[in-house]
């Protein structure tokens, strides 16, 4: 059975920074990658990055936010600097399976950044 299991939202000042996490379990990825949706809003991309460490971004957020994985652990991980109240919002993992290329969400996880 393929989990995604996030961690590492919460509360944070504006320029503060977070780190989320997502452990996958049941399969290894070809990609991974951050989602986001903001109240009212449609879910977006935020990064993704395949089995061999090439990464997208959408424009909008390079430079502030790096992804990264590691590959042993089965993890994906989104560093998020000089956070915005517009950053607020529930980050969720996805990933593709490389044996059946099925995608799958994590249940996500909450981010707000305060003024």
């Known amino acids: 059975q393929v989990q995604l299991v996030e961690s590492g939202g919460g509360l944070v000042q504006a320029g503060g920074s977070l780190r989320l996490s997502c452990a996958g379990s049941?399969?290894?990825?070809?990609?991974m990658g951050w989602y986001r949706q903001a109240p009212g809003k449609q879910r977006e991309l935020v990064a993704s990055?395949?089995?061999?460490?090439?990464?997208n971004y959408v424009d909008s957020l390079k430079g502030r936010f790096t992804i990264s994985r590691d590959n042993a652990k089965n993890t994906v991980y989104l560093q998020m600097n000089s956070l915005r109240p517009e950053d607020t919002a529930v980050y969720y993992c996805?990933?593709?399976?490389?044996?059946?290329?099925?995608?799958?969400w994590g249940q996500g996880t909450q981010v707000t950044v305060s003024s």
């Open positions: 049941g399969s290894i990825f070809s990609v």
């Open positions: 996805n990933a593709n399976s490389l044996y059946n290329s099925r995608n799958y």
């Open positions: 990055i395949t089995l061999g460490g090439r990464t």
